[in-house]
Each structure stands twice: as C-alpha cells, then as structure tokens.
DNA sequence: CGCCAGGTTGAAGCGCTTCAACGTCTGTGG
DNA sequence: CCACAGACGTTGAAGCGCTTCAACCTGGCG
C-alpha cells in the first residue's frame, strides 16, 4: 500500500487527508497463476494497480492467443478502453504469476474526480501513460521488424524470460514460435 | 470558432464565462498545402483543433516516409508525446490540403489546469481519444493483416481517396505501393 | 506537346508461416 | 525413485505474401 501511495504522489501530492480519502478505494487482492482477473467479452470496471506479480493483456483470434501487453509491479493495468466507454472487454488479462494488486472501481475514480477536481490529474496520468504505451506500441509495428522489435524489448525487459515463456514473446512481438526461435538463432551466431 | 466550443462543450459542458476564458487561448492558423506544422526533431508546444482540410503525421525511416496518422476537420492533433513530455517531435505534420486551425499551447492548457481544475478534463478526454485511437491502430497491426488493416479504413473513411493519394495510404497501412496495388485489383476481382 | 507525379504490373527474392518431427525439461503417479 | 506425459522450444522443408526493382501507363499541368 506504501508503493502505491509512493506512485501516487508522482502524479498528484498526496497529503495525508487526501490519503485518507483514497486508501478506502482501493481493493486488495491475491491472483493465483494462470486465473484470469478478466475475460474478453466481459466488462471491465476496474482499473488495478500491480504489487507483486506478471500479467498479460491478449486477445483471441481465429482461435489464437494474441499478447497485446505485459503488466508487472508498479504498472497500472486494466482493459483501460473498455474502462473508459463502458463496453465488453476486447481482452483478457490473465496472472503469469501468482499476483498481488490493488483495484480502483470506476465508480470510486468518479467519485474521486466529484470529490476533488484535482484527481482528474489521477485519471488523466494514467490515460497518458497508457496513451504512451500504445503509441509506441502502435510505431514499432509501423516502423520495426520484428527482429528490432525482438532486440526492443529485451533491451526494456532483460530478464524478461524468467518471468515469460517465449511463445507468448513471440505473440507479443507478433509473430510465431519457431519465428523467434529462428531470429534467436540469428542473432546468437553474430 | 463555433464548432470548437461545440466539440469543447460535448466533452465539458462551457458557460459563456468558461467560453471568455478559453476562447482568447486558441490561435487562429492557416496553413497551405503541403506546409508544415511540425517538423521532426523540433518541440511540439501545441495541440490543434482542426477547423478545415487533411493532415498526415509521419515520421522517416531509412529516407523513408511512414504516415502514423491522418487528421481531418473536428479530429484534435498535435505530436502528443512531444506535447506531454517535452521532448522532440518523432513526427512531422504536414497538411494534404489548405487547412485552418485553431492552436493551444502547453502553457495556455497548464494555465487552464490551474485556473480551473474542471479544465482537467480537457486535457484528460483529450489524451483519452488519443489513446483510443492509439491503441487500435497499434491491435490492427497485431491482429490484422494488410487486407484488412485497408477495408477497415476505407470501411470508416469512404471518401479518403479523395483526399489522401494512394502511396500514403499504403504507407499508412505499413505497406508499399505496389502491394496496395495488388490488394485493391485481388477485392475489385472478387 | 511533353513532362512528371501517381499508379499498375511483372519477375525475382526474402522473411515469416505452416506443418510436422524431434529434443529437453519438469512434474507426477506408479 | 524411476518412467512417462505433457509443455516448451528448436529445426527442417515447403508455401505464401510482401518487397524490390524496373518497366510501363495515364492524366494533369506548365
């Protein structure tokens, strides 16, 4: 909870008031490995933020898994659009690990932005940061190979392979298995 | 000037005193064909509100152009990322046709911010739609392919020909020329 | 009229996919 | 404690779609 405020404070200066306000919105809860915290088709009202643990976002299609986004502690997570327009989820978000998180309802965010219009800002962080990560999402798709893609990420996440087989990497980085065995491979005899 | 309090007052709701605020922050631009707004490497200070005409926001790459975005009459715009974090433009805007707009500069938002927190959510429904648009450009490449990353487009921009040459929606759909070409005779055949 | 930008088409090449086989590691039950 | 099954990863071969390069067409405009 402690972290929390910490990242908190980073966005807006929390007094000790305005924490008494917020700490009661925020929900705690323990995910087991491989359970699900949502399902596609199902709304999303909560945003969370993650304590301890790896997530990931995907999609289905054509009867096949597609990771859209990783979430791992200090990340606030949540299909944040259907968050935002109230419809069904076009993700899961399932636990890669067994998990800790905090989770802010809707309803609660609204009722902080009533309370005090300073807690916009709340809102309008997150929307920026998750704004950031999509667009940059978005471009290295636009302007990378994978390969550059593959050497992107690892580059961010370097010890992300303890925490996140390959085959979902691969979905990541949107291409298949033996694909990023072979780039592997080719990057390993340079 | 009208449609803008519209499109402002759609996301909160304006009295004529808010209008008196806000109105003397927005500049008034015209900008030719093929003028830039921003260049790539540059600082973007400013959002735009499009009153009039077509904009693409591309970035080079190898001497290449790709387009990320197309902007046209009541969309917002801007390099958000260079906006919100201060650092150099990744992109250049160019108008496609004669344009007008209207501009406000990180300093008059932030002057807004604290006038007013209610302006807050200007700020945040804005970095909202970016996002939005963001993240679904980014999913498409994850999840569609070229086929029907154009279908969709021309599904929500029935008119785009008219307004966009064909080489930058191929690059909009990160693609050459000569494969749009090929896709386009492959749907009229069928 | 002639030029040039924008678009189409053909042929060859390359990278990712597909499908299938095989290796390796780990956990589980006998 | 061993044996086996299943999950995960690698590898090979064939296929397909986009790229590349180049030629060519067309319409608009000086």
Known sequence: MDELRKNINSIISISDKDWAILKPMFVYKAIKKNEFFLLEGKHSNTVFYVIKGAFRVFTVVDGEERDWHFHFEGNWGSDYESFLTNRPSRFSIQAMEDAEILTLSRDSMHALYNTDAKFERIGRI??????LFARNRGMDFLLQNPEDRYL???KEYPNIFNRVPLYHIASYLGIKGPSLSRIRRRLSEK
Chains 1, 2 share one sequence.
């Open 152 to 154: 992107k990420l690892i």
């Open 126 to 131: 997150i929307a920026e940061q998750l704004f």
